[in-house]
């Protein structure tokens, strides 16, 4: 089946503009996260949702950072008045969530190539 | 803080021999363990999950976990150059939250 689907591949935007990614997970997967990954870094995580819960917005590094999950399915991340410091590989996971141990098995989307000139 | 260390490398082995990656962690409640692959440009693939003490096989990867030593290690049996990626372990703490910590990987180089 698809996997998850990321778009834009690559975004190039000027510093203190808006942008914002999209992601859309594995059909019939009820858990989405987003994380961040630098140049030469790990994953950062960013934030996640599942079913109809609130989003655990933990990771998230500043109040520019926002996401919404619409229909339980696609989702947007928002970066607002973007910092050459938000420069990085955004990337989508997804995973079935439920009661097995497999629910918490997350599959990346190809990422989203921010970069903030 | 829940931490993931993983040794950097690079990690450089000949062909046909076994590459062997490791992994602690420092929440001692975790349950779930996993391998990822990701290739230079590429995003982390899921090779291996790994949720209760001792060995799991598939194929030429066998997961090793020690929830006594809060270690985990990946071992690859007759590495190849396709094998050349970093490989992220990843942990689902204690907690209710359902994101995974991450280590930032071990570089592996498979030389031919």
């Known amino acids: 089946g698809a996997g998850v689907s990321q778009s834009p591949s690559n975004k190039v935007t000027e510093k203190g503009k808006d942008v914002e990614l999209r992601c859309d997970p594995i059909s019939g997967h009820t858990a989405l996260y987003w994380y961040r990954q630098s140049l030469g870094q790990g994953l950062e995580f960013l934030i996640y949702f599942q079913g109809n819960s609130a989003p655990d917005k933990s990771g998230l590094p500043s109040d520019r950072f926002s996401a919404e999950r619409t229909g339980g399915s696609v989702s947007t991340l928002t970066i607002q008045r973007t910092q050459q410091e938000d420069s990085a590989v955004y990337l989508c996971a997804s995973s079935p969530w439920g009661t097995g141990r497999q629910s918490y098995e997350q599959y990346f989307g190809p990422g989203t190539r921010l970069t903030v000139t | ?112």
């Open chain 2, 1 to 112: 803080q829940k931490e993931v260390e993983q040794n950097s490398g690079p990690l450089s082995v000949p062909e046909g021999a076994i590459a062997s990656l490791n992994c602690t962690y420092s929440d001692r409640g975790s349950q779930s363990f996993f391998w990822y692959r990701q290739y230079s440009g590429k995003s982390p693939e899921l090779i291996m999950s790994i949720y209760s003490n001792g060995d799991k096989e598939d194929g030429r990867f066998t997961a090793q976990l020690n929830k006594a030593s809060q270690y985990v290690s990946l071992l690859i049996r007759d590495s190849q150059p396709s094998d050349s990626a970093t490989y992220l372990c990843a942990v689902k703490g204690s907690g209710s939250q359902g994101n995974l910590i991450f280590g930032k990987g071990t570089k592996l180089s498979v030389k031919p």
